[in-house]
């Protein structure tokens, strides 16, 4: 009997302890999204406005299941560097708006479209082409 309420406690308790880290974290990482190292009183409502109940039931579930949700907590940062790889700096870069503009430029020459279409859009839209198939794109607005 007493091996039965022991075991049942220390379920409880590390249910309690993990739900309570995971609140912790979520309340943290909403807190400090976007890298603002400094917690105002604005943000702080609205974390208790809009975000404290989703956040307090993940930590219900995870503390329930807490056998399973530990591991996961200990494991996630080395499963974030090594797995998904967000160790390397370079790895969620944005690319160059540059050469964004430039290869966008290059399909719309490639495709005829935009400042590089040939057409009017009444010639694009009407009837058959040169080589007797129809138009099937659709005029674009």
Known sequence: M??????????????????RAVFRRGRERFLHRNGTRAVDARRVRTFERQERQQTEAFALCSGALWPVALPVLLLHRLVGSVALDRGRPGAAARPDPGAVAAR??????????????????????SGP?????????????
């Open 2 to 19: 007493v091996l039965c309420l022991g075991v049942v406690a220390g379920y409880l308790l590390g249910g309690l302890l993990t739900a």
């Open 129 to 141: 082409r040169a080589g007797g198939a129809p138009n099937r794109r659709a005029r674009s607005v």
């Open 104 to 125: 966008i430029d290059e399909l719309e020459r490639e495709l005829r479209l935009g400042r590089h279409g040939g057409a009017g859009p009444a010639e694009r839209c």
